[in-house]
């Protein structure tokens, strides 16, 4: 990679930062650490970037320097903090994980870009764990239209997994 | 889909969904707070740089050249006569040119006048040039070139010779293709004759009194040869004038002012007893 313009290092930035995220996520569990650890490992590099010399794979390598200043992170929190999940995903190899992680971007964004109100009830759901009929009633609305607004969601999230695994594969 | 990639999915779901916020996790955001951070300003890339720079100069180099090709393009001024018709015609630097019939004249307003005064021409034409030592006048035929400061002359064309006759001041004619250039300065009242088929300038020697008599009106003999006064006659009225009879040895002293050619040779005849007729 050699010395960055700092163009293409925003470009590096914008490419890599979600899917790091949601990579990072899996070992420190909370979104904030994760974009630290994001955060902490691009500043790293553009501090580095006169010095750094030749990075044969920055994809790799910007992984594996968000694995290693999350893991210590989750070290450090040991003390204080029980470690429910020191995650299982060590024993995927690094490029499932990096694989996963960029599906789950996706997902983010689909999230993301679902209509206000699906999303609303989507997230009461999966993130809030409510039941439909909890939902309903939070909402005021019929549990039929909840489980539509929550298959329609379902649906188009699985679309996006779909259409990009055949975009990639098909 | 297979169970256990749904598990996984439903698993996926559920993990993304949990830390799911509203607004987290924007790549846009996230670099703007990351580069001021950092102080990194959009910077253009040298090479992207060097090639706007490139372009813009390749541009301005299109623009220049394009505007220098306007301005150089000649702009002519033309001014023709008809068989008949003598018009006099002034320059920019108020020099006076008057026209004889079947001729024409032009100048390149956009040079005419800065360092040189240029003026092509053919057929017949008298200049009375202003004088201005800075800035050369010259008159230049298809083989032929006068250059002068500030005189009068006339410069006549024909199809096998350009004949220059000097009113007054100082010309230099200048005669022949390329390499094979030939001048000569003329000064008051003399004249020069440039034969394409000789290559030559040839200085005249015998006075010609009438050269300018398409200008003036007058036609002016004095003890002059038959001869050279049907030649006179058949250049001002543009009639080939004959004779009859031999006029070896008649010589003829008159004035015409104005006169149509019929009556002059009815003079002539009745005078001489000669028999000049215009040929049909």
Same mark, same amino acid.
């Given at each position: 990679?050699?010395?960055?313009?700092?163009?293409?290092?925003?470009?590096?930035?914008?490419?890599?930062?979600?899917?790091?995220?949601?990579?990072?996520?899996?070992?420190?569990?909370?979104?904030?650490?994760?974009?630290?650890?994001?955060?902490?490992?691009?500043?790293?590099?553009?501090? @580095?970037?006169?010095?750094?010399?030749?990075?044969?794979n920055?994809k790799?390598?910007?992984?594996?320097?968000?694995?290693?200043?999350?893991? =210590?992170?989750?070290?450090?929190q040991?003390?204080?903090?029980?470690?429910? $999940?020191?995650?299982?995903?060590?024993?995927t =190899?690094?490029?499932?994980?990096?694989?996963?992680?960029?599906?789950?971007?996706?997902?983010?964004?689909?999230i993301d870009?679902?209509?206000?109100?699906?999303?609303?009830?989507f997230?009461?759901?999966? !993130?809030?764990?409510?039941?439909?009929?909890?939902?309903?009633?939070?909402?005021n609305?019929s549990?039929?239209?909840?489980?539509?607004?929550?298959?329609?969601?379902?649906?188009?999230?699985?679309?996006?997994?779909?259409?990009?695994?055949?975009?990639?594969?098909? | 889909?297979h169970?256990?990639q749904?598990?996984?999915?439903?698993?996926?779901?559920?993990?993304?969904?949990?830390?799911?916020?509203e607004?987290?996790?924007?790549?846009?955001?996230?670099?703007?707070?990351?580069?001021?951070?950092?102080?990194?300003? !959009?910077?253009?890339?040298?090479?992207?740089?060097?090639?706007?720079?490139?372009s813009?100069?390749?541009?301005?180099?299109?623009?220049?050249?394009?505007?220098?090709?306007?301005?150089?393009?000649?702009?002519?001024?033309?001014v023709?006569?008809?068989?008949?018709?003598?018009?006099?015609v002034?320059?920019?630097?108020?020099?006076?040119? =008057?026209? =004889?019939?079947?001729?024409?004249?032009?100048?390149?307003?956009?040079e005419?006048?800065?360092?040189?005064?240029?003026?092509?021409?053919?057929?017949?034409?008298?200049?009375?040039?202003?004088?201005?030592?800075? !800035?050369?006048?010259?008159?230049? $035929?298809?083989?032929?070139?006068?250059e002068?400061?500030?005189?009068?002359?006339?410069v006549?064309?024909?199809?096998?010779s350009?004949e220059?006759?000097?009113?007054?001041?100082?010309?230099k004619?200048?005669a022949?293709?390329?390499?094979?250039?030939k001048?000569?300065?003329?000064?008051?009242?003399?004249?020069?004759?440039?034969?394409?088929?000789?290559q030559?300038?040839?200085?005249?020697?015998?006075?010609?009194?009438?050269?300018?008599?398409?200008?003036?009106?007058?036609i002016?003999?004095?003890?002059?040869?038959?001869?050279?006064?049907?030649?006179?006659l058949?250049?001002?009225?543009?009639?080939?004038?004959?004779?009859r $009879?031999?006029?070896?040895?008649e010589?003829?002293?008159?004035?015409?002012?104005s006169l149509?050619?019929?009556?002059?040779?009815?003079?002539?005849?009745? $005078?001489?007893?000669?028999?000049?007729y215009?040929? @049909?």
């Amino acid at each position: 990679m050699g010395a960055f313009t700092s163009e293409e290092f925003e470009q590096c930035f914008k490419d890599f930062y979600q899917p790091l995220c949601l990579f990072a996520l899996r070992y420190t569990d909370q979104v904030d650490d994760a974009e630290d650890v994001v955060q902490q490992t691009f500043a790293d590099i553009w501090d @580095k970037r006169t010095t750094i010399g030749q990075i044969n794979n920055l994809k790799a390598y910007l992984y594996r320097s968000v694995r290693n200043r999350s893991l =210590s992170l989750s070290v450090k929190q040991q003390d204080h903090q029980i470690i429910d $999940t020191l995650p299982d995903v060590e024993d995927t =190899s690094l490029d499932e994980q990096i694989h996963c992680a960029e599906r789950d971007a996706r997902l983010w964004n689909e999230i993301d870009r679902l209509p206000p109100e699906r999303k609303k009830i989507f997230l009461l759901s999966k !993130r809030d764990g409510l039941k439909y009929k909890e939902i309903a009633e939070e909402l005021n609305i019929s549990v039929k239209t909840v489980e539509n607004q929550i298959g329609k969601a379902l649906k188009s999230l699985k679309e996006t997994a779909i259409r990009i695994y055949t975009f990639f594969f098909g | 889909m297979h169970n256990e990639q749904e598990h996984k999915w439903e698993e996926r779901i559920r993990f993304v969904a949990k830390h799911y916020e509203e607004g987290r996790l924007d790549t846009d955001k996230a670099w703007k707070q990351f580069a001021s951070e950092k102080g990194i300003r !959009r910077t253009i890339p040298l090479r992207r740089y060097l090639l706007a720079i490139a372009s813009v100069a390749l541009l301005l180099v299109g623009i220049t050249s394009l505007y220098l090709w306007e301005r150089s393009k000649p702009e002519w001024v033309m001014v023709s006569t008809l068989p008949d018709q003598l018009k006099d015609v002034y320059l920019p630097d108020s020099t006076l040119i =008057s026209m =004889s019939g079947n001729s024409w004249i032009r100048y390149n307003v956009k040079e005419y006048g800065k360092t040189r005064r240029e003026v092509e021409m053919k057929g017949k034409a008298f200049y009375e040039v202003t004088h201005d030592e800075s !800035r050369p006048f010259s008159v230049q $035929t298809n083989y032929t070139e006068v250059e002068v400061l500030g005189t009068a002359f006339q410069v006549h064309e024909r199809s096998a010779s350009v004949e220059v006759h000097v009113a007054t001041g100082k010309v230099k004619f200048t005669a022949g293709q390329d390499q094979e250039k030939k001048s000569i300065i003329l000064t008051k009242g003399m004249s020069a004759n440039y034969s394409m088929e000789t290559q030559d300038i040839e200085l005249q020697t015998k006075e010609k009194p009438n050269y300018l008599s398409w200008k003036t009106g007058i036609i002016h003999f004095h003890g002059t040869p038959l001869e050279e006064v049907i030649d006179d006659l058949t250049d001002h009225y543009n009639q080939p004038v004959r004779s009859r $009879t031999s006029i070896r040895g008649e010589r003829l002293t008159a004035t015409f002012e104005s006169l149509p050619l019929d009556q002059i040779l009815m003079i002539i005849n009745q $005078t001489l007893d000669v028999r000049l007729y215009v040929e @049909k």
